[in-house]
C-alpha cells in the first residue's frame, strides 16, 4: 500500500512538473496582440500598430503570428473580408500555438470589441 502510494504521489508531482500556464508557453507576439486585443475598440490606436508593426518585423514572428497581426492592422470594427479566410486557416491550424489559435477564434467573431468571455481568455494569454 505505501509503494503505491509513493507511486502515485512520484507521477502526481512529475506530472505537475510538465504543467505550465498556456502564457507562459506562449511568443512575444501572441501575448502582445493579446495584451491589444483585450483594449482595442473598433480598431487598434496609433500606438498599438506601431507595436504590432514591431512585433512583425521580429524575426521570431511565426507566419501564423505574422497573419493574425495583419489582420489586426487592417481591421475596421472586424476582421477585414479579405483577412477572414488567413484568420479562419490559423484557427483550424495545429501547427500554430494554443493562444494563436485563440486569438485567431476571437478575431473571427469580433465586432467592435471583443466579448467579455474572450477579454477572460486573452487575459490569460497575455
Known sequence: MRKSLLFVAALTLLGL???TPIAAQESKAVKTMAGILVTVNHFPNDEQKKT????AA???TTAQE???IQAMLSMQHSVT???KPKVAAVAKDEKASAGARTIAG???RFLH???EADKAALKKIA
Open 17 to 19: 512538473s510538465f504543467a
Open 52 to 55: 504590432l508593426q514591431a512585433v
Open 58 to 60: 521580429e524575426s521570431t
Open 66 to 68: 505574422k497573419v493574425l
Open 81 to 83: 473580408e479579405a483577412e
Open 106 to 108: 476571437i478575431l473571427e
Open 113 to 115: 470589441t471583443a466579448s
